[in-house]
Every structure is written in C-alpha cells, then in structure tokens.
C-alpha cells in the first residue's frame, strides 16, 4: 500500500498514511468539496478487466498537471515483502480505533500488498499534489467501501484524533470513484496542528486503481485523477 525505501512511490505512499493517520504531512486549510460530481460510496467495484492498463504510464504524466506546477514521475516498482512488513509495522506503531469499525476503509482507501506494481508522479510546486496508480496482484475488496459508510472516526489516544469522510467524487465511465476528506487534530512538535487532507481514488479493475491526494482544492485534484485514470488505459 505505502511504504519502502526501494519503491518509487514511498514519496506519495508515506504521505498517505503519515499525513492522514499520523499527522505528519499536508498543510493547515479549509477547502470547497468539488462540484459538478456525484458520489459513488456505495458503488467502488471495479470496472473492467485489466487488459491494456499499465501504470508505469503515469511515471512520464508531467502534463496532467496545469501550467506552472513542478512535477516528477516516480518510475515502475514492485511492493516488497519487507516493505509490506513496513507498512504493518506503522500501523502497529500508531494504533488507531475507528468508529464504527466497518466504515474504517473511508480513511484508508487506497490499498496495495506485496508484490503491488506502483508508479505515480508528484508535484513539489506550487503545491504537493501525489498521483499514484497500484496494481495488486491479487483483486482487492470488493465494495472497497461498505454500503452506507460515509463517514468514520479515527482516534489515537495521546496522539491524534479526526474524521474521514466521503464527498462528492468525480464521474469516470467504466470506473468506480470515491473521494475523502480527511481532518486530523494532533501535536507536532509540541504545538496543535489541524491537517486536511483530499484523497480520491478510482477503480479501474479488480486489481489496479488510481489515486490523488492534495490538501486542497478538490475541484484540481478530481480533475487530475480523471486525466490521471486516462492515462493509465493508455
């Protein structure tokens, strides 16, 4: 999923957990949902078989992004053992309850094992805005999120606490779609900090999906991830 010094990725993937879960990462903002979009939390099956997606396309993607933003392609890698291991052992590091439990995957909706292939491309300026596709070598689960989960709780005792809920997420034909939005309350060093944080993925198959994460403007980042998603399919 995220994670790993020898993944490419690891740029967007520790951003994921770390800015959404561990209150390291995104910036301090209020944000508009996107518009114009319909929300598909109860429909994240995947589209069709994956035929002609490859991922490693979106590594040369630089021109999904608008004019001025600076951005770098992160190359095709495979998710490691060790690295998958990494990720567990985070998540063993920050424990964290949800509320209600079943509804947890809104705050974590982008998934990848061992054996994952990863590529993506990042911006650095004039804001960080991660573009990641995964493709699992194994289906994922099938609704990634459960029917009628539209928002949970996340608490860590001392550490953080917030919410995850889904938006209105961009239509894309042939895919399932989701879009979060992420409020963690925490400390850092030893000041209180309040991060926000945009997460939208779509599905494009049992086994590769696509996502977006930025900390604002929802409206860029669904627009990104439909340009993101047309890439991808080639």
Known sequence: MRIGAGVPAVAL?????????????????????????????????????DGD???????????????????????????SR??????????????????????????????????????GIRSSEPRTISVLAARMPLPGPDPLVAPGCTKVAMNSPGSMTG???????????????????????????GASRTIETYTLVAVLS????????GSEDPKLLGDLLVKAVAKVRG
């Open 13 to 49: 993937t520790a951003a994921v957990l770390g800015g959404l879960l561990a209150g390291c990462g995104g910036s301090d903002s209020g944000g508009a949902e996107a518009g114009g979009t319909q929300s598909a939390v109860p429909a994240i099956a995947g589209g069709a078989p």
């Open 53 to 79: 997606l490859d991922v490693g396309r979106l590594s040369e993607a630089a021109d999904i992004f608008p004019a001025g933003y600076v951005a770098a392609g992160l190359p095709k890698a495979v998710v």
């Open 163 to 189: 919410t995850a809920e889904a938006i209105p997420a961009p239509q894309i034909p042939g895919a399932g779609t989701l879009a979060t939005r992420s409020r963690i309350e925490g400390t850092e060093g």
């Open 206 to 213: 049992p086994r590769t999906s696509v996502m977006v994460q």
């Open 82 to 119: 060790e690295e998958a291991e990494q990720l567990a052992g985070m998540h063993r590091a920050v424990p964290i309850s949800y509320d209600p439990p079943r509804c947890r995957s809104l705050a974590e909706p982008f998934r990848m094992t061992e054996g994952s292939e990863t590529a």
